[in-house]
């Protein structure tokens, strides 16, 4: 196997404390002058699904090769398994817990191994540095899955419940994957699946607003709330110079369901 392009982070770590830091540190020590990428550290603490939104949003753009270290992780040192997904031509190394969901709900082509540590780490509360990190940095460096565990057995890994869309006769329901600083309301409708929007969906639940389908931010009535494709693979909600999330009360992880007739 050939050394990773890079090393892509993903955390609830902030940057206030020097977690991000020391876990950098581990990653350069062992993995000498691998670039090191930033997803984000700024995912809200212990938020999984904001997390698995943040993942699939982001692997597409990776370069092939990539190894992402993704730790949200409220069950460290528990024991939820390590788990190291080939999904593609990408690498993600990440805890059990449903940070996953979406990459293996849409994606075919993967393979899973079992890293769980078969010694106790240094800490039971930083996998992420003591953990994590070096099993990236032999990964990235070079060295195979099944030098670093196992293939995966037993129950299949963990999924988020009620992330996927569900069509029920004239209407889709989802949920808010994320509420971005814009205000925009990115919905778990992807648009591959759900990109050619209806004449004229509208919200049945809860709020019973119309929306008016459109391809721009600039294309939003003034007034009007719009939905459309998102940059980030999944429809949005949209009002012109404002915030759909308070214009239509929608938190992160809210239930939301669309009037949308079958064959639309």
Avoid at 14 to 19: E, N, T, V
Avoid at 25 to 38: I, N, Y
Avoid at 134 to 153: D, I, K, N, Y
Avoid at 204 to 222: N, Q, R, S
Wanted: net charge negative; aromatic share 6%.
């Amino acid at each position: 196997m050939h050394k990773a392009p890079l090393i892509a982070l993903l955390s609830d770590f902030g940057l206030a404390d020097p977690y991000v830091g020391q876990m950098k540190s581990v990653l350069l020590s062992a993995a000498p002058g691998m670039p090191l990428l930033d997803i984000s550290h700024n995912v809200a603490p212990q938020d999984i699904w904001q997390g698995a939104f943040f993942l699939a949003a982001t692997l597409p753009w990776l370069p092939p090769g990539a190894v992402v270290v993704a730790v949200v992780d409220p069950g460290v040192g528990s024991d939820r398994r390590v788990l190291l997904a080939q999904v593609g031509c990408h690498w993600i190394l990440a805890p059990d817990n449903g940070l996953v969901t979406l990459v293996l709900g849409r994606e075919r082509l993967c393979r899973l191994f079992d890293l769980s540590p078969r010694v106790v780490p240094a800490s039971a509360t930083f996998h992420g540095r003591d953990v994590f990190a070096p099993l990236a940095a032999r990964l990235a460096m070079g060295e195979e899955a099944t030098a670093l565990g196992s293939v995966w057995h037993g129950p299949d890994p963990v999924r988020l419940e009620g992330f996927l869309p569900v069509r029920l006769e004239d209407s889709v329901s989802g949920r808010v994957l994320s509420v971005d600083r814009f205000g925009n309301v990115i919905l778990s409708l992807d648009v591959e699946r759900f990109g050619r929007l209806p004449a004229t969906p509208a919200v049945t639940e809860p709020m019973h607003a119309p929306l008016i389908p459109v391809a721009t931010y600039a294309d939003i009535p003034h007034g009007d709330i719009g939905i459309l494709a998102g940059s980030q693979g999944y429809l949005e909600l949209a009002v012109s110079h404002g915030s759909a999330a308070a214009r239509l009360g929608l938190r992160r992880g809210d239930a939301v369901t669309f009037h949308w007739p079958e064959g639309e």
